[in-house]
């Protein structure tokens, strides 16, 4: 049996025979389940890996199948033994990569296994050939590319008779492709975006050159301007989505709808009966007059119309021409059809502006109506209603015509107080006053009557000059109203013009301090807008008053004006801010705020007020991780939250001097992934309802890039 002694020269000779060969040579246990831990390794095994030799053993904790590629397993555990020298012999060495420092290199491996004092060991060398496999990946990689080019040669012929027989096709499908684009943009360029009727510029390269025979129609919005001023804009666009919506009800699909300016609308209605045109008109008019506008079911829609027939010799123009007439006269008495057929004459129409005021008596008894007749006839024209059911009918057919209704209480069919409770209903009321009259005195009869509506209420027996006089009165006071109102619109226009204008002066002047482009601010209001007209389609949970509607989207302008406050270089720093100058300019939400707060008429103002939220909250998260005040969900004012979401979005949409700007669909999937902090989630689905308009509005350019691509 051997000695320490004898093993340990041993271990020396094995050394040195280790050193001294060419190749890497290592000894490792034969112990598969501890990986073949190493029990040598020479200096040129490490050299041909890169290893230093304590690295090496703190990397690898010493186990060979470390080393080893996933994919090489089999070749590196592959070595000779008693049982398969033979077939060793014949297969060769093995070759396969282990991990070197900088990346597997490939080796080639003879390797033998040896007992010795009982145990077995693996010994075996390695020689580094990765220059050499790396040379024939390059000779296959190029074998591999001239039989490819060989192949792709051979069927060059053929490829070449396929290819023109798919150009064919392709020249077929591309010209049928443009074909559809062509329609698709000649169909954009000749239909409104609003009301996707046809437009103005179809008619005059269209319509204009139509002969007949056909029907064409005006059609005004009556009190449209009113619409605009009172409820905003966007109520506005909704009244003429809903009014386009009600006349293409009542139209075929072979007649044209056309948007001829702002609010009118021009009908053509090709081969429609002269006889029947009145009727198809009036079926418009009531259509229009029972539709709703979305979100404003309080607000009321009319038409005032002008019809006339074309016939084969009438040039489109001279038709047009009278229907603008025509309306023009039908809206002096408002939600009215005014009518030319080939037999009638303008100078005919042109009387009804010349008439007396109109005064329908409603009243059972025939006596009675002979007498007021006597007492009103010189001075205006009358007509008569047995009965309520026939007063809505004359109510109905002379819309706008008739400026009093003298309304009896007690009367078969319908009586008064149903009269008015129908007016009330359909709105009539409020541009048709109504003097109730009647022998009944009782104070609850009277008092009913004002409930319902009535502007005066005059008992039998009565004084003629009386009635007169108060007939008189009630006529003007109702036209000095009208005029009144019109004047109060257009002061109102006028001061919300000015307002704006200054509003977006001052806007502009923190931006411009601000370093950013002035789109930022009318992209504000625009996204704002969007988001709220969007948010009251979908809920009810805000209670927001049509003040606030326009209100909102104007004080988001103001949103970032404590900024004033804030150091310039701060502000324009354009790399990033560090901890100490993010807090300065967090400050400039509650600036803002102060300096609202300061203004002498704050209190009385709301568009200060809906501007003081705005700038102290709109930084505030739907998580309560915001800023100033850490507010949470609901309490964060409705208007802030509106606010806060446009300006994430245009923050990330617009380029800055600290960041490029990203693309619209990225900025809608970082708000709705939270990286831009928690929101409302009814806003984000705003948001996503919206995205599409939103992009077409405020990126119209990248918008028409992408469809031609």
């Not at 499908?173 to 046809?198: P, S, V």
């Not at 200054?502 to 930022?520: C, Q």
């Not at 900024?563 to 300065?584: A, M, Q, W």
Request: proline share 3%; with cysteine.
């Amino acid at each position: 049996m051997e000695t320490d002694e004898t093993i340990k020269k041993g271990f020396l000779r094995l050394e040195r025979y280790a050193q001294n060969i060419p190749g890497g040579f290592h000894c490792c246990a034969d112990d598969p389940e501890k990986g073949y831990p190493f029990i040598y390794i020479s200096d040129r095994f490490l050299e041909i890996l890169g290893w230093e030799r304590e690295e090496f053993a703190a990397k690898f904790d010493n186990r060979y199948t470390a080393l080893l590629h996933p994919d090489d397993l089999a070749a590196g555990l592959r070595y000779r033994n008693a049982e398969n020298s033979g077939a060793y012999a014949q297969e060769g060495d093995s070759i396969f990569r282990l991990l070197g420092k900088n990346g597997y290199r490939w080796v080639s491996s003879a390797a033998n296994r040896i007992v010795w004092h009982g145990d077995g060991y693996i010994v075996a060398t390695v020689t580094d050939i990765t220059p050499y496999m790396e040379l024939r990946e390059k000779l296959e990689q190029q074998n591999r590319t001239q039989r490819e080019a060989l192949e792709s040669a051979n069927h060059n012929l053929l490829r070449m008779m396929q290819q023109m027989e798919k150009q064919k096709a392709q020249f077929a499908q591309t010209a049928a492709r443009n074909m559809e684009k062509e329609k698709h943009y000649r169909q954009r360029l000749n239909h409104d975006a609003l009301t996707g009727t046809y437009n103005r510029r179809y008619y005059e390269e269209v319509v204009r050159n139509n002969i007949g025979p056909s029907c064409i129609a005006l059609m005004d919005i009556d009190d449209f301007k009113i619409c605009n001023d009172t409820y905003g804009h966007h109520a506005g666009d909704l009244a003429l989505e809903t009014v386009a919506k009600a006349i293409r009800s009542c139209i075929r699909e072979t007649d044209l709808l056309i948007r001829y300016g702002g609010d009118e609308f021009l009908l053509v209605l090709p081969g429609i009966p002269a006889d029947y045109l009145r009727t198809k008109l009036e079926q418009i008019r009531a259509a229009v007059q029972k539709a709703v506008v979305p979100g404003y079911p309080h607000f009321r829609l009319s038409l005032s119309i002008g019809g006339a027939m074309q016939t084969l010799a009438d040039p489109m123009e001279n038709v047009v021409r009278r229907a603008d007439l025509l309306m023009y006269q039908a809206k002096n008495h408002k939600d009215a059809v005014a009518v030319d057929t080939q037999d009638s004459r303008l100078a005919a129409q042109e009387q009804v502006l010349e008439e007396k005021p109109v005064i329908l008596l409603v009243d059972d008894s025939m006596m009675n109506r002979m007498m007021l007749t006597s007492i009103l006839g010189e001075d205006y024209r009358i007509l008569e209603a047995e009965n309520g059911k026939r007063c809505l009918e004359l109510l109905q057919t002379k819309a706008g015509q008739i400026s009093l209704v003298l309304l009896d209480i007690n009367m078969p069919v319908m009586d008064g107080f149903e009269v008015l409770r129908t007016m009330n209903t359909n709105h009539t009321i409020e541009d048709v006053p109504v003097i109730m009259i009647s022998s009944d005195d009782s104070e609850e009869a009277i008092r009913k009557a004002y409930e319902l509506g009535a502007s005066d209420y005059v008992n039998r027996p009565f004084d003629a000059k009386i009635v007169y006089r108060r007939v008189s009165n009630t006529i003007k006071l109702y036209a000095k109203q009208r005029r009144l109102v019109q004047m109060v619109s257009d002061q109102i226009r006028a001061r919300e013009n000015n307002t704006d204008m200054l509003v977006g002066v001052l806007s502009h002047i923190v931006e411009f301090r601000n370093g950013e482009s002035g789109a930022h601010v009318r992209h504000i209001r625009i996204i704002t807008e969007m988001l709220l007209h969007r948010l009251l389609e979908i809920s009810n949970n805000y209670s927001i008053s049509a003040e606030q509607q326009d209100l909102i989207p104007l004080a988001s302008t103001l949103h970032d004006i404590g900024k004033i406050g804030i150091d310039e270089k701060i502000l324009n720093k354009p790399g990033r801010l560090t901890p100490e100058e993010f807090e300065v300019i967090k400050t400039h939400s509650m600036l803002g705020a102060e300096m609202l707060q300061k203004l002498e008429n704050f209190g009385e103002e709301p568009l200060l007020q809906t501007a003081y939220e705005i700038a102290r909250w709109h930084h505030e998260r739907w998580d309560g991780r915001g800023y100033p005040d850490g507010l949470k969900g609901d309490d964060i004012p409705i208007s802030a939250q509106l606010v806060a979401l446009a300006d994430a979005y245009d923050a990330l949409t617009s380029e800055r001097c600290y960041k490029k700007a990203f693309s619209h669909e990225k900025a809608v999937q970082m708000i709705q992934n939270g990286e831009c902090g928690a929101f409302n989630p009814l806003l984000l689905q705003c948001l996503t309802d919206t995205q599409d308009e939103l992009n077409e509005k405020l990126h119209p350019q990248m918008q028409e890039k992408q469809e031609k691509e």
